[in-house]
């Protein structure tokens, strides 16, 4: 007989910088001609070729039961048409699974983009339209080659809710 699997409600929290820092940045519009500085994002695609284009992805709950980190690049995803969105996350760290007591989840509106600090754990976008597009700053072949995830169904017979 199988266990069922549990379900972890996750309150998103509206983003802010400061409730972000821990996993990345969110980047809001600056004026242009603004010299850079730490508002900017501090890109790490160094171990190979940066690809940016736009994901549309579609029909996308609020649950899920893996979450997944790249650690040889940072990652930029924000919507696109303002749509605000979902994503839960929890720091970078040494282990190969993130600690359950640190997954959180952001309410993303979409006049920004967040930006993920190498290592981040990650899950989604989430969102409740049918589709939105999303553009998306990696390396060219970090889902091939860096693309490291956690299964807590497998592992903990637990899948979380973002509400």
Same mark, same amino acid.
């Given at each position: ?13 509206? %983003? ?10 969110? #980047? ?9 500085? $730490?508002?900017? $994002? ?7 070729? !940066?690809?940016?284009? #736009? ?11 893996? #979450?997944?980190?790249? %650690? ?19 720091? !970078? ?8 007591? /640190?997954?959180? $989840? ?18 989604? !976008?989430? &969102? ?19 693309? &490291?995830?956690? /299964?807590? %169904? ?5 899948? &979380?809710?973002?509400?």
């Amino acid at each position: 007989m199988s266990e069922s699997i549990s379900t972890k409600r996750l309150l998103a929290q509206w %983003v802010t910088p400061e409730n972000f820092r821990s996993y990345g940045q969110v #980047i809001f519009a600056s004026f242009d001609g603004k010299s850079f500085d $730490a508002e900017d $994002a501090q890109l790490n695609l160094d171990n190979g070729i !940066p690809r940016f284009y #736009i994901m549309r992805l579609q029909g996308k709950c609020r649950k899920f039961g893996k #979450i997944t980190r790249h %650690v040889e690049c940072t990652q930029c995803l924000g919507s696109l048409d303002g749509k605000d969105w979902l994503m839960a996350v929890a720091p !970078p760290g040494d282990s190969n699974e993130p600690s359950l007591e /640190d997954i959180v $989840a952001f309410r993303i509106p979409g006049n920004c983009f967040i930006k993920l600090d190498v290592g981040t754990w990650h899950a989604g !976008p989430y &969102f409740d339209a049918d589709f939105v597009d999303f553009y998306n700053l990696e390396l060219s072949d970090t889902n091939v080659v860096d693309h &490291f995830s956690f /299964d807590f %169904v497998k592992k903990h017979n637990l899948e &979380f809710e973002i509400i």
